[in-house]
Structures are given as structure tokens and as C-alpha cells.
């Protein structure tokens, strides 16, 4: 596809259960980014990839968070148990490079509601 | 700890007039910045950016302005048009590491 796509648009989940977002990238961008964004708050960084590795993973609140991007290209973060603080929309970005003039190009997000 | 501020929540503008939105940051290792626009249930979209070598960058009807000393920058918005109605987000980052840093954003309004 043309730009990043991220799936499912909206997840609803109990509290405790396991959930996973999936980030499509776009094609050729080897640095992949996720944020999270509360409501009346701007997006906040969770973790980043730089190919198959994550680069900078400082955001990632606690354990319960996982990502992976195997073959460097979709990712998926993970989260475990989760809970109701836990709800917000979840945010993917590419960008072909990191730092000034790589833009970085963000998918429409993800929509999670803990229950 | 928030490093980055965007202190008016909220900003209405009559069209065909200029709006001014602002930004500071607190930390002085960020060496660029940015502004995102984003409409309801769509993703940020990258609108224009500055380096920190820089102390103004246009890009037609949008300028940043960046403020060293005062650790401040602005996005005018001139002359403003209804479409541009959205939530303005600033954000920083530094050339040696990925991840930028949002403001809490602005939500501006142009009326007709």
C-alpha cells in the first residue's frame, strides 16, 4: 500500500486478556516507530526499530509490552495482561532514515479499549 | 517531566488571518523540530520542519520560527483557511537518536 497501515482500527478487550497491533510499514522504510497517544495528550514514544532490531525501546512502559519486526519490515506490539490504563490509540510510524529530513510518516492507529 | 509544551490548548483564528501556534522545549540536546496536523480518526501528518542551525523555515503558507535562547518556536498559519482546522502537534528530536518528543497539541479553529 501507499502509506502505513495498521490493524485492527479498533481492538476491545477484557481486562487481563492478551493483545496484539500489527504495523505495515511502508515499503523500503527501515526505521519503524510506535507511540501511543491518550486522549488531550500528544503521542508518546513507546519503542523503535532500526531494520530488525529494536534501536530504542525506553518508552515501553513495563514488561508487559513487547514489539518485534522479524524480517524488518511488519511489526507487531504485544501486550500482555492488560489493563484499563492501558487504553489508547496506538500510533505506527515509518520513515526511511531517522533524524532531520526523514519524515516520518504515521499510520491512522490503532484504537484499544480495555474493559 | 514534559519537554515539551504546548501551553494554549486550544485557538480559534477568522479566515484569512494569520495563526500563530507555540512551542517550548526544555531540553537542549533536541537539534530539530517539527509540526504535525492531525484530523480526527487519521494519523499525524508531517507539515513542515526546522533545524536547529536554522532560525526560520518556510514552506508557502506555513513558516516555523525557532528561538534558541528562549527555547521556543511558533508555526504561523497565513492566511488561514478553514481546512486548516485541526490539532497542531510540535515535537523534537535529536539527529543521533530516532524518537521524537509531542507537545500535548493544539486544537485550532478557523471560521469562516
Known amino acids: 500500500g501507499a502509506g502505513v497501515s495498521q490493524t485492527p482500527s479498533n481492538k476491545v478487550t477484557e481486562k487481563g486478556k492478551y493483545v496484539e497491533l500489527r504495523c505495515d510499514p511502508i515499503?523500503?522504510?527501515?526505521?519503524l516507530y510506535w507511540y501511543r497517544q491518550s486522549l488531550g495528550q500528544g503521542p508518546e514514544f513507546l519503542i523503535y526499530f532500526q531494520g530488525t532490531g529494536a534501536a530504542d525501546d525506553s518508552g515501553l512502559p513495563n514488561d508487559r509490552f513487547f514489539a518485534v519486526r522479524p524480517e524488518g519490515s511488519v511489526s507487531t506490539l504485544k501486550i500482555q495482561r492488560t489493563e484499563r490504563g492501558d487504553s489508547a490509540v496506538y500510533l505506527c510510524?515509518?520513515?526511511?532514515?531517522?533524524?532531520?529530513?526523514?519524515?516520518?510518516?504515521f499510520g491512522q492507529g490503532t484504537r484499544l479499549t480495555v474493559v | 517531566d514534559q519537554q515539551v509544551k504546548q501551553n494554549s490548548p486550544s485557538l480559534s483564528v477568522q479566515e484569512g488571518r494569520i495563526s500563530i501556534l507555540n512551542c517550548d522545549y526544555t531540553?537542549?540536546?533536541?537539534?530539530?523540530f517539527l509540526w504535525y496536523k492531525k484530523y480526527p480518526a487519521e494519523g499525524p501528518t508531517f507539515l513542515i520542519s526546522i533545524s536547529s542551525i536554522k532560525d526560520k523555515n518556510e514552506d508557502g503558507r506555513f513558516t516555523v520560527f525557532l528561538n534558541k535562547s528562549a527555547k521556543h518556536l511558533s508555526l504561523h498559519i497565513v492566511p488561514s483557511q478553514p481546512g486548516d482546522s485541526a490539532v497542531y502537534f510540535c515535537?523534537?528530536?535529536?539527529?543521533?537518536?530516532?524518537?521524537?518528543?509531542f507537545g500535548q497539541g493544539t486544537i485550532l479553529t478557523v471560521h469562516p
Open positions: 515535537a523534537a528530536g535529536g539527529t543521533s537518536y530516532g524518537k521524537l518528543t
Open positions: 515499503s523500503g522504510h527501515t526505521a
Open positions: 510510524a515509518s520513515s526511511l532514515s531517522v533524524g532531520l529530513n526523514t519524515e516520518a510518516f
Open positions: 531540553n537542549s540536546m533536541f537539534d530539530y
